[in-house]
């Protein structure tokens, strides 16, 4: 059996839901975008023989979406 944990590509698409639900308390919404970061740092670290550049290229692509929504959230 598998182990899964937050910032793993199966919750990517819930992850990304909840983010764009208005009413998110910005707490939750600030752990959601860790996991999102941790998503590309564990993609981009040399020493992970399993990296996933399209997981990571997608990550990319969804938080630069939702840039200016981010910006809001985390430079309150």
Same mark, same amino acid.
């Given at each position: 059996?598998?182990?899964?944990?937050?910032?793993?590509?199966p &919750?990517?698409?819930?992850?990304?839901?909840? =983010?764009?639900?208005? /009413?998110? @308390?910005?707490?939750?919404?600030?752990?959601? *975008?860790?996991?999102l970061?941790i998503?590309? &740092?564990?993609?981009?670290i040399?020493?992970? =023989?399993?990296?996933? /550049?399209? @997981?990571?290229n997608?990550v990319?692509?969804? *938080?630069?979406?939702?840039?200016?929504?981010i910006?809001?959230?985390?430079?309150?």
């Amino acid at each position: 059996m598998k182990n899964y944990f937050l910032a793993d590509e199966p &919750y990517l698409d819930i992850i990304l839901q909840v =983010l764009d639900i208005v /009413n998110t @308390l910005e707490t939750k919404r600030n752990v959601l *975008l860790v996991a999102l970061c941790i998503i590309v &740092y564990d993609n981009t670290i040399e020493s992970n =023989l399993k990296k996933d /550049n399209n @997981l990571k290229n997608r990550v990319i692509k969804e *938080l630069k979406k939702r840039q200016i929504k981010i910006g809001r959230i985390c430079c309150r």
